[in-house]
């Protein structure tokens, strides 16, 4: 069958369970064949009979395997399983937003992967998500009973007051709303501010899963140009003049996808017009950990008076985390939050309590700092090699994790993106960021994800030809 290795820093359950989806995988069990008995496993592999048992039941969560009663375990049919998805072809990617977020996800397949939206995990402390795991589970805290607080861990907030402070944003308790993500922080904000029909800024390009998010609200959609200091001012003026929003979508630090921030200028402006013609700013500032500059956010200049403020842990801490937070002021939060116990009720007590513990840790600043350092260094490669490689930088954010580039050779980058997939390179095309999803000649490069000679090779080719 395949060899445990006792001696392996590798734990002996999971030896067994990656061994098993390795044969499946590679149809050496097929859908329906007989797995051996816990007590066969056993006594082949010299294993406890509990391993085994541990073993098989992550295997049956998993949907690797069926157990059947009086009968035994069976590799489950799988037609249109898990394994399948993870194990599928690069070409099954269809350039769209939504199916491109998923697929990124599911997908295994690819080798280079610079279309990634996250930060490597290999540059995050994972070794300090684990200990502060095993140190909280002792904690009768973390015993509790219930749903949990509707805005959250009190003492996540709390400390959540103190990171605004920091950013010389002045926020209550009752202010902050906690959220499983910046993702779901969008969906209920769009709850909160949207009807159908309500016309809506945002940046153009900008974070697509947000405007796929809007138009499912029935949101009419109107994309604000961007430059490399932020939204085209003039447009801004212009568009809101014209359709009246309700709200401007904006990320103005480290934006996703062009890596830009605004300028001081800009964003002074920004909150002008937005007082002028009377909508709503929603600041997206997930990056607000991974900036190099002490830039001020829209919510510190405005105070939360016309800004709604969202972020989250994600690319600080791990984006399995899922831990995020609204700032607002206080009766849009009450709004919020009932919106929030509508949709799903409470967030996860057990994850805010490990976040707030990690963020406690005197050691996760040390990993901040060092996870700057490493960005900028990534940034100053991958943006030489993109240059050296023939393509044009939209700006050079020398901090964050995204390089807005083209090619000149290519007038709709997915033409690029598709090449890319024979040669087992994940890109991520300028359409999937427009508002209209019409074509671009640019694309998003993730800096941690860039730094590969396969890569720059392949565009090269692409300059020679």
Partial sequence: MFAINPDSVTPLVTQIVEGMKELIANQKLRAGAKVPSIRQFADAQKVSASTVVEAYDRLVAEGYLVARQSSGFYVRYMSRGLYR???QSLRNIRFDPLWFVRRVWESGSAEVTPG??????????ADLIRRTMRNLANKPSAQ??????PKGLTALRLKVCDWLTEREIAAAPDQVLLTTGASHALELVSQYLLRPGDAVLVDEPGYSVM???????????????????????????????EHAPRAFFTNPRLHNPTGASYSPGAAHRVLQLADRFDF????????ADLDVDTRRSLACLDQLNRVIYLTSFSKSISPRLRTG?????????EDLTQIKMMTGLTSSEITERLTLEILNEGRHRKQIKSLKDKLAQAQDRVCRQLIQSGLQLFAEAQSGLFVWARHPAFADSSLLCNEALDANLLLAPGHLFMEGGQSSPWMRFNVGFSDRPELFEFLQKQEDA
Avoid: C, K
Avoid at 116 to 125: H, K, M, N, Q, S
Avoid at 144 to 149: F, P, Q, T, V
Avoid at 215 to 240: F, H, K, M, N, S
């Fill in 144 to 149: 509790g009973s219930g749903y949990g607080h």
């Fill in 325 to 333: 937070f609204i700032a607002a002021d206080p009766d849009a939060i």
């Fill in 280 to 287: 709503i700013i929603v600041e997206d500032d997930v990056s």
């Fill in 116 to 125: 990634y939206g996250w930060v490597p995990d290999e540059w995050l402390d």
């Fill in 211 to 241: 405007m796929s998010n809007l138009r499912a609200r029935g949101a009419r959609l109107i994309g604000v140009p961007w430059t490399a200091t932020g939204p085209d001012l003039a447009a801004l003026e212009r568009l809101a003049a």
């Fill in 85 to 87: 998805e993870e194990q």
